[in-house]
């Protein structure tokens, strides 16, 4: 098993930034690929951008492009987002999540923290 726990989240305005943490923990070893979702209210989860564990390789949705940033602690075993240039839209629980290699989904998911964007 897979702990992860998120922090970071919080109130900004828009233009501000702020960076997420999450802290895995347990069998951190087991981790192939990690990434940040997002839900906000009234509509379903989304993937926000996603790294591979050992090459630090990325992708983003297009809707945070430019503006997060997504990396890796490999040695503190720790998942960072940079967000810059927040917008409204941005506002969401984001979580966390983990998953093993050969499996598509993700297994391992943290509690969400809230990010607030104020217009």
């Known amino acids: 098993q897979v702990q992860l726990v998120e922090s970071g989240g919080g109130l900004v305005q828009a233009g501000g930034s702020l960076r997420l943490s999450c802290a895995a923990s347990g069998r951190t070893f087991s981790i192939y690929g990690m990434g940040w979702f997002r839900q906000a209210p009234g509509k379903e989860r989304e993937l926000v951008t996603i790294?591979?564990?050992?090459?630090?390789?990325?992708d983003y949705a297009d809707s945070v492009k430019g503006r997060f940033t997504i990396s890796r602690d490999n040695a503190k075993n720790t998942l960072y987002l940079q967000m810059n240039s927040l917008k409204p839209e941005d506002t969401a629980v984001y979580y966390c999540?983990?998953?093993?290699?050969?499996?598509?989904?993700?297994?391992?998911w943290g509690q969400g923290t809230q990010v607030t964007v104020s217009s």
């Open positions: 999540a983990a998953r093993r290699p050969l499996v598509s989904t993700y297994d391992y």
């Open positions: 790294i591979n564990w050992s090459t630090g390789s990325t």
